[in-house]
């Protein structure tokens, strides 16, 4: 078990290598030559310019004046001086709410640790059970720790009530500022979206599960649909072609044009050798060849086949999917369609808002949706046993942190790990460290299953991938570090007692891996946030770039890696701070101070990273704050729950039915929530579009509309390409019938088998 001098040590580990990431970074952003690594958003926006590089040749690549270092902390001020207002207009909602989430973290856990110190920490302290509760359980190792905990207190003492005490207040006060937070980031995002600059999703809805149609293409099929059933606000579409293999080209082409640039510039540096390569795999083994002919003869031929590709998917009509992008004459036609169902069949003609054109997944869209329910129940069970699978290696991260046990198993050891700094080192950051290596890999196996589920947007995509890994982090490393923690230490008495002994073992358990999760904390929390403002891997990847690939001015400026705030990865580890803050709150409050440094020291790292240098990929709106909101209610449930279980093993069973309000009231309060606010993230009031329509009308009386929204949802392949994209005509727009070529039925049913139950009868018209 660590000791206070074992996360002494870690702390100090911790501590230096943030201070030396953060000293690091002070010093490369002042440099030139790194200015597009470290102010990358400010490039894309075209408002800063390469520094001033007149005077001698050195000052291209290093910055000589000393004023400079001297003033090497001023980003600190830079970085807290932006208003929100402007923080909005500069970055995006998304970002701007994402920064909200460390000051969530601040306005819950300071007031927490607060009273938790005043109250609960001289109570466990006092509490004179320690020496008891080691003698009583020799095969667990308590450390100092433990007299800062709960398990100090003595069994059916009175001192418990003063911990169902503050498990209310602390219950109270966070279900408070989840409200208030809830009801601001709302009006945040309903005044974003009334006030935000015209978009091309604002007036488009993407449709989904077309019925295929013996007498009209599924452009024509959609034309006439929406032309019967929206006359006075359908405005024209784009229907959706599976160009999955022209994508594959298009950016094998680019990582050819790419190898071409590389080898012409090592030949410019070099006129009298040629450059070669080998003709294998990845130019590792084969026949030595001319590289500057090898890649130009590849991209020629590369070239041919890109567009008989492009013609073929636009020409055939199997290559079109049953989806279209529908665009309306207005925000209010929009949402109507958006948000009613068109059919009396709920599964066809389905319709949604479109994501933003940077937000759409093309891959997914020629997913037949017929496969979509099948798909997420394969992943459901892949991602079943994915957790449990890492299991093996959370339980080996926890063998490192009892190194009294690897001494009783391993005896030949113990002459190594009772050394001082060894012990130290083993128990105090080793791991915090192992864990977080194993973590690396496992949100790019998430995001692939999340493709293979078939959502249509990068932000939805996202999403579920954000809510696997809090699965994931909540059941292994919280769940798992204390279950796999406590069954090593003891095995024997696990496989030889009762399952209803075994709460009272993990109850114990759950203040004893206080010390764990604090070094956890300062490894990732500090050390690695520290780290991530320095950009070690952008820094490089810039450079070689700007020696091998770099040959203009816009070259340069593709190099740049602003890189954005990785909501998949970022977002379910700050719910695990939530969750080790809230559980631990009554537990071992002395955990409280190093979850609020984390909450400062992120607060101001990523306001700078949003500030200088993510460019996110899309915007949404802050429409993930219900997810932030119901993961952190579920954490706070958590708590309640491993508090009930503690208590339990404290012969406090009177105490049972107060605390099991607890959750009840939890509950209650999400749902409450959820009626109040979840629908102002799902769904766009129809009174706001009209006033945002008719001030628009009013602004902007000669708008072309068409114009704007024509090839807005475009497949990315085909912008600039040699083959033009053809949709149906668009007619005259105050025709008041409507061209089909359907003989026999009447309507648009036709093809739903969901038509009027009144005869068809023929004709080439349908009336408006």
Not at 85 to 112: C, M, N, Q, T
């Amino acid at each position: 078990m660590a000791t206070v001098s074992d996360i002494t040590v870690s702390a100090a580990i911790n501590s230096l290598s943030a201070l030396l990431f953060l000293v690091a970074f002070a010093i490369l952003r002042l440099q030139p030559v790194n200015d597009r690594v470290y102010f990358p958003k400010w490039y894309l926006k075209g408002i800063r310019e390469n520094p001033s590089t007149a005077g001698p040749y050195v000052k291209k690549f290093v910055n000589l004046d000393v004023r400079m270092y001297l003033r090497f902390l001023n980003w600190v001020p830079a970085a807290l001086r932006m208003p929100e207002p402007e923080l909005i207009d500069h970055a995006g909602l998304d970002s701007a709410v994402y920064i909200r989430i460390y000051l969530l973290g601040l306005k819950i856990f300071v007031p927490i640790a607060l009273l938790a110190f005043g109250v609960l920490l001289p109570v466990n302290y006092t509490g004179g059970n320690f020496n008891t509760m080691s003698d009583d359980m020799k095969d667990l190792a308590f450390g100092e720790i433990d007299k800062f905990s709960i398990s100090n207190v003595p069994p059916a003492s009175k001192r418990l009530i003063a911990h169902i005490l503050m498990a209310y207040v602390f219950t109270f006060w966070t279900c408070y500022v989840l409200y208030k937070e809830y009801k601001i980031v709302t009006d945040m995002r309903l005044h974003f979206l009334a006030s935000q600059k015209r978009r091309a999703d604002q007036f488009t809805v993407l449709v989904r599960n077309v019925p295929s149609d013996p007498d009209e293409s599924v452009s024509e099929h959609v034309d006439h649909f929406f032309r019967v059933n929206h006359p006075d606000q359908y405005f024209l579409h784009k229907v959706v072609h599976n160009a999955n293999k022209l994508a594959q080209m298009v950016e094998q082409k680019k990582d050819l044009q790419n190898r071409l640039i590389y080898y012409t510039n090592k030949h410019e540096r070099n006129p009298n050798k040629r450059p070669t390569t080998k003709a294998g795999f990845w130019g590792l083994w084969g026949k030595k060849i001319d590289a500057i002919d090898y890649y130009t003869q590849e991209i020629e031929k590369l070239s041919i086949e890109e567009l008989a590709e492009r013609e073929r998917v636009i020409d055939d009509p199997k290559s079109v999917v049953p989806a279209a992008f529908v665009s309306f004459r207005s925000r209010w036609g929009a949402a109507v369609c958006a948000q009613t169902q068109q059919t009396r069949n709920p599964t066809r003609w389905l319709t949604d808002w479109a994501p933003e054109p940077r937000d759409v997944y093309w891959n997914n869209l020629a997913i037949p949706f017929v496969e979509l329910n099948l798909r997420k129940l394969i992943m459901a069970v892949a991602l079943f046993g994915l957790t449990f699978c890492f299991m093996v290696p959370i339980a080996i991260v926890q063998t490192l942190a009892n190194i009294e046990y690897i001494g009783k198993v391993l005896p030949f050891l113990k002459p190594l790990i009772n050394k001082g700094s060894v012990k130290s080192f083993i128990q105090g950051f080793l791991p915090g460290i192992v864990l977080k290596i194993f973590l690396l890999v496992l949100p790019m196996i998430l995001m692939e299953m999340s493709k293979i589920e078939g959502y249509v947007a990068f932000s939805a995509l996202e999403a579920r991938s954000a809510g696997k890994y809090h699965l994931f982090l909540l059941v292994n490393v919280f769940f798992g570090s204390i279950i796999t923690g406590t069954a090593l230490q003891q095995l024997k008495e696990f496989l030889k007692q009762s399952p209803s002994q075994m709460p009272e073992t993990v109850g114990v358990s759950i203040p004893m891996k206080a010390t764990f999760f604090i070094t956890y904390i300062m490894v990732d929390g500090w050390a690695g946030v520290a780290a991530e403002i320095l950009r070690v891997v952008p820094l490089v990847i810039y450079h070689l770039k700007n020696i091998f690939l770099v040959k203009t001015e816009k070259d340069r400026d593709e190099a740049m890696d602003p890189g954005s705030l990785l909501w998949p990865i970022t977002e379910p580890r700050l719910q695990l701070y939530f969750l080790l803050g809230l559980v631990y709150s009554t537990v071992t409050p002395i955990l409280l101070p190093f979850i609020i440094v984390f909450f400062s020291f992120a607060y101001l790292v990523f306001r700078h990273q949003v500030i200088n240098v993510y460019h996110q990929k899309y915007e949404s709106a802050a429409s993930y704050w219900p997810g932030v909101h119901h993961r952190i209610l579920i954490g706070l449930i958590i708590s309640q729950i491993t508090l009930l279980g503690l208590l339990s093993t404290k012969e406090a069973a009177n105490s049972t039915p107060l605390l099991l309000a607890l959750p009840i009231l939890t509950l209650w309060f999400h749902r409450f929530c959820k009626k109040r606010f979840e629908s102002a993230f799902s769904k766009f009031p129809l009174q706001d579009a009209m006033i945002k329509d008719t001030l628009e009308r009013a602004t902007e009386p000669q708008l072309d509309l068409k114009a704007y929204l024509k090839d807005a949802y475009m497949h990315p392949v085909f912008k600039g390409g040699e083959v033009e994209m053809m949709d149906v005509e668009e007619e005259d727009d105050d025709h008041y019938l409507v061209a089909t070529k359907r003989s026999s039925r009447r309507g648009s049913q036709a093809g739903t088998q969901e038509g009027s139950p009144e005869d068809r009868t023929g004709g080439i018209y349908a009336a408006v």
